[in-house]
């Protein structure tokens, strides 16, 4: 058990340095490089809306916040390649915090996760490996460079552009290397949704980087932004991070390391100021165009009415000329009645002659009229052209002007958001720092305060609010809980190599379910009773459990909360209810920590009791009742301020029961306890 007793302290530890964490800078030889790709501009697939976007305002954030930035935009595969070794340089030797953030296509290829660069051309698997960028060669250069921190934040799997390369969305899940915090933008095995350009940032980035301007924990920054990613996509994009960090973190820690809001304001301000030039300077281009444009229409019409007067002319000597024509054929015809042969031969000859320079004039005014026809054409076609081009002008810059006053609209609402965001932070900074200065007990109190005037309520909303509130509170599985039975989630989990699924949402007990345990003490082996439990009835959220022929002798939750227990000595009640399980994902690395009211109704006691739990592991046991695969947990429990326990235990996800359990309670009287319950048999209810 030493190495309970070592977590245990670990936990106390971690709660003693929580608690100091506003108070103390993180040490003057922090040394703070980031890495940001962001790829948007693929050249053998659609391109991406915002990744481009993201990378440029998280590199500018983590700027301020203390960190040496390399920026990789649009990068080929070369230049991701250079940019790690160049990385892995600058870390080398500095006991630094690491930091990859990446934004763009991502996919995955027998269990390993890889970053697409804009040059690549997929088209089956083989090609993945040469063309893609792997995660690993990232930590593997962190680990080389003997980094004491490192951070890997993936915004990518926007949607899967390479479907014949691999048979699986998004990324694979993987466990964190020790001392690394990994982030996820939607659970592995889904994708994640690129925004609009008009958002100009992808969901899971948008909420990042407001989170990332709060003094907290990393484990804070990441739990929030989870929350309001599901709350905003209504459940279809979860957010999902692994962490084996051992020491505490803050990207913004308040002291040395943070982040003027003013400074976001101002920025705002000059953006606003600089949309609005911009829009006043497509206005003005408009009206510009606009007036060419009349212009234009003028001068049009005056050329037309100019071609008017000169085909009239023409039309007029036409005229002239066919009279003249006929003139010259009349006279013929009387020079045919001269008699005198040489007078007659001579008039013919001279009226032949006319005739012939009439009939040349005449072609010649029709190549004339030809030419004034074609060069009407040619000019009619060109100022078509002409109008067509300005017209395009207009509407384009008409376009422009409106999309300006769009993105000054878009900015001011921006800058609405970003001072509530700003006076949100400002509260929940406050709230934290005040909550740090008191006792357990006391941020307990206040906690289950603002968790009574919620728990009945049937809007998700309230619950995402309580939750962002108090991202690592007491309540936080209950709350978490409730947000689970309210909005269902629209992510499909996936396996992992290891076959471990990330499960939420997952029915616990049904009508009818009924299980048989044996009890024995662990250290002797000697049988203390056999326990038979079965789910009575479901009504709503309340499942009524008998165990043995005694009815309702436990009243659950349907997360499998314990609202009340009934012994033959006493009747024990639990506000908020007693979890061991975690209200929304069951999966390896999971830890919370819960407290309660626990009131010993006969006697009319009422204990603080505090557990802190983690899931430890997934693996095979074997117990009476068979073989099974089996999420393990472990719960250090304290009771007031005399009793404490360890409870370690396995269970399945869409079963309610344990199916081991080692428990261990001192009480100080030394009336201990040291139980092993084992599953005998099951037999699984209705819906």
């Not at 915090?97 to 698997?125: C, T």
């Not at 629209?490 to 009890?519: C, F």
């Not at 009934?566 to 506000?575: E, V």
Request: with cysteine.
């Amino acid at each position: 058990m030493q190495h309970l007793a070592r977590a245990f302290l670990k936990y106390l530890l971690l709660g003693l340095a929580l608690a100091s964490f506003a108070s103390e800078a993180q040490s003057p030889q922090d040394v703070r490089i980031a890495l940001v790709i962001g790829n948007a501009a693929y050249k053998h697939v659609p391109a991406l809306a915002n990744s481009g976007n993201d990378a440029k305002s998280m590199a500018s954030l983590l700027g301020r916040l203390g960190f040496k930035v390399l920026e990789v935009v649009d990068g080929d595969r070369a230049s991701m390649l250079r940019a790690i070794e160049q990385m892995r340089g600058q870390l080398k030797g500095k006991q630094a915090v690491a930091m990859l953030y990446y934004a763009g296509h991502g996919l995955q290829l027998d269990w390993r996760n890889y970053m697409v660069p804009v040059d690549a051309k997929l088209g089956k698997a083989d090609d993945v490996p040469i063309q893609t960028v792997d995660i690993q060669e990232v930590l593997r250069a962190f680990k080389s460079a003997a980094t004491r921190m490192n951070i890997i934040v993936l915004d990518a799997c926007r949607d899967n552009p390479f479907p014949s390369t691999t048979s699986s969305k998004g990324l694979a899940p993987f466990d964190a290397p020790p001392g690394t915090f990994l982030a996820f933008a939607t659970a592995p095995g889904n994708v994640a949704e690129d925004g609009d350009e008009a958002s100009g940032n992808g969901l899971f980035t948008e909420f990042l980087i407001k989170e990332l301007q709060k003094p907290t924990s990393i484990e804070n920054v990441f739990k929030r932004v989870r929350l309001q990613v599901r709350q905003r996509s209504q459940g279809r994009q979860i957010p999902w991070d692994s962490s084996s960090l051992e020491e505490e973190f803050a990207f913004n820690d308040g002291v040395k390391n943070t982040f003027n809001p003013d400074d976001l304001i101002r920025d705002a301000k000059e953006k606003q100021e600089r949309l609005r030039a911009e829009a006043e300077a497509a206005k003005q281009k408009e009206i510009e165009l606009v007036r060419q444009r009349e212009h234009e229409r003028i001068r049009i019409a005056e050329e037309q009415r100019r071609r008017e007067v000169e085909t009239e002319e023409r039309r007029k000597r036409e005229i002239e000329i066919f009279k003249q024509l006929e003139l010259e054929r009349q006279r013929l015809a009387e020079a045919e009645k001269i008699k005198e042969q040489l007078a007659r031969q001579r008039a013919e000859a001279e009226s032949k002659e006319r005739e012939r320079l009439l009939a040349l004039a005449a072609e010649e005014q029709r190549r004339l009229a030809q030419e004034a026809e074609r060069a009407r054409i040619k000019a009619e076609t060109e100022a078509r052209e002409r109008e067509r081009q300005l017209a395009l002008a207009v509407e384009a810059e008409k376009k422009r002007a409106q999309e300006a006053a769009q993105a000054l609209e878009r900015a001011r609402l921006a800058q609405e958001q970003r001072l509530k965001d700003t006076e949100q932070a400002k509260a929940q900074s406050e709230l934290e720092t005040r909550l740090r200065k008191e006792t357990e007990d006391k941020q307990f109190e206040i906690q289950k305060a603002d968790w009574d005037k919620i728990k009945d309520s049937k809007n998700p909303d309230d619950f995402y609010s309580f939750l962002i509130k108090y991202p690592s509170g007491y309540i936080t599985e209950q709350a978490q809980f409730a947000i689970e039975r309210l909005s269902k989630f629209k992510i499909l989990p996936q396996a992992s190599v290891s076959g471990e699924k990330i499960y939420t949402n997952t029915m616990r007990y049904r009508v009818g379910d009924t299980q048989l345990t044996r009890i024995t003490e662990a250290d002797s082996g000697t049988e203390i009773r056999y326990d038979s439990r079965t789910i009575e009835r479901i009504f709503g959220n309340i499942v009524y459990v008998k165990i043995g022929d005694e009815p309702d002798v436990e009243i659950l939750t349907l997360d499998g909360g314990l609202i009340k227990h009934r012994t033959t000595q006493s009747t024990t009640s639990f506000d908020p209810p007693l979890i061991n399980l975690p209200g929304d994902e069951l999966r390896v690395g999971k830890k919370w920590t819960s407290r309660t009211v626990e009131h010993n109704e006969t006697r009319s006691i009422r204990r603080i009791r505090e557990d802190r739990v983690e899931v430890v592991a997934y693996e095979e046991i074997t117990v009476p009742a068979g073989t099974f695969n089996a999420y393990k947990l472990v719960m250090q429990s304290r009771i007031g301020k005399a009793i404490s326990g360890v409870n370690t235990y396995w269970v399945e996800p869409n079963w309610g029961f344990k199916l081991k359990a080692i428990r261990k309670i001192d009480r100080p009287r030394g009336n201990s306890t040291y139980e092993l319950h084992e599953m005998v048999s099951r037999k699984m209810g209705t819906n």
